[in-house]
């Protein structure tokens, strides 16, 4: 399995968590391919025939970011709109993605608890819901997402050890088989923090 997993953090020098589970993966050597995407796109000038090119060379996509404002870092978001274009991703020609895994994992500033209060009752999953109907528009394989709440708060030893559960998961060939995403998974997640 072909493995690039594209790190979305606007300073990963400073970054605690993502920068350690890049190295946790990078390490690993299960990684075909990691990339500092701010570092290659400083200007966010993104070079959409390479980005083509790396994602039609690897079968599994893993996408790693900071959670923000509720969604993605902005460098993802243009990545998004420039390179998933029509009859190339989607579109009546358009299937160069389909059958890849889409892999998301996240860090989280806020407590699971918060993510499942009262006032607004929502969900990690419901929040990434625009990836999981942007992975059906490409035919892609929507894996089922990972995070790890209080990211500003936990030990280093609690980083690593959710970095060395992605190590273990990110290249398990059981995670690509066809799945919905579970409602009744979600809804024991939700029992666990209620
Ligand atoms: C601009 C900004 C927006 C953020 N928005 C959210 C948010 O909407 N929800 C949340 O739970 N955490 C939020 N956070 C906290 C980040 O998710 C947290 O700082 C990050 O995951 C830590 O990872 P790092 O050590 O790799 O930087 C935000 C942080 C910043 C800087």
Redesign the pocket.
Known sequence: MKILHLVF????E????????KHQLQDSGKITTSRDMYAEYPDFNIDVAREHALLEAHNRIVIQF??????MTPLLKKWLDDVLTTNWAYGPQGDKLKGKDLQLI?????RAK??TGFDIFTSIPDLLRPFQLTANLTQMNYLVPEWM?E??EVDDET?RHFGNKWVSMVDDPKRSEPRQFLYNEMMDDLQEVI
């Open positions: 953090h606007p300073n990963l400073t970054s605690r968590v993502n920068k350690t589970w900071p959670f923000y404002w509720y969604s996240l860090s989280v500033g806020g918060f993510y709440h990211a500003d980083i």
